[in-house]
């Protein structure tokens, strides 16, 4: 079993950053692929990054934020990040973290967070 617990989120000016953190229990976290989504009102849950777990450092990330968003992990913390640069109004969504054995950028992980408010005004 892992438990997820999100922070980071807030009210940011277009052109902004925030990061965005994930700590992780269980002894194992290494091991999972670790991803962050995102669902703005009315939509659906959509991908935005992984980093896939003991794999050196593989990360994959959604067309609409590559360049601008950064998925790192520290195995030692438990904890996955997500910093977001260049931030704009259609950023604008509750992030979740997820973990899964599998790198998926359909939301079908088996381990969720509660998710983080992140809105951007323009």
């Known amino acids: 079993q892992v438990q997820l617990v999100e922070s980071g989120g807030g009210l940011v000016q277009a052109g902004g950053s925030l990061r965005l953190s994930c700590a992780a229990s269980?002894?194992?976290?290494?091991?999972?692929?670790m991803a962050w989504f995102r669902q703005a009102p009315g939509k659906e849950r959509e991908f935005v990054a992984a980093a896939i777990g003991w794999s050196g450092g593989s990360t994959y990330y959604a067309d609409s934020v590559k360049g601008r968003f950064t998925i790192s992990r520290d195995n030692a913390k438990n904890t996955v990040y997500l910093q977001m640069n260049s931030l704009k109004p259609e950023d604008t969504a509750v992030y979740y973290c997820?973990?899964?054995?599998?790198?998926?950028?359909?939301?079908?992980?088996?381990?969720w967070g509660q998710g983080t408010q992140v809105t951007v005004s323009s």
């Open positions: 269980g002894r194992t976290f290494g091991s999972y692929t």
């Open positions: 997820a973990a899964g054995r599998h790198f998926l950028r359909s939301p079908g992980y088996d381990y």
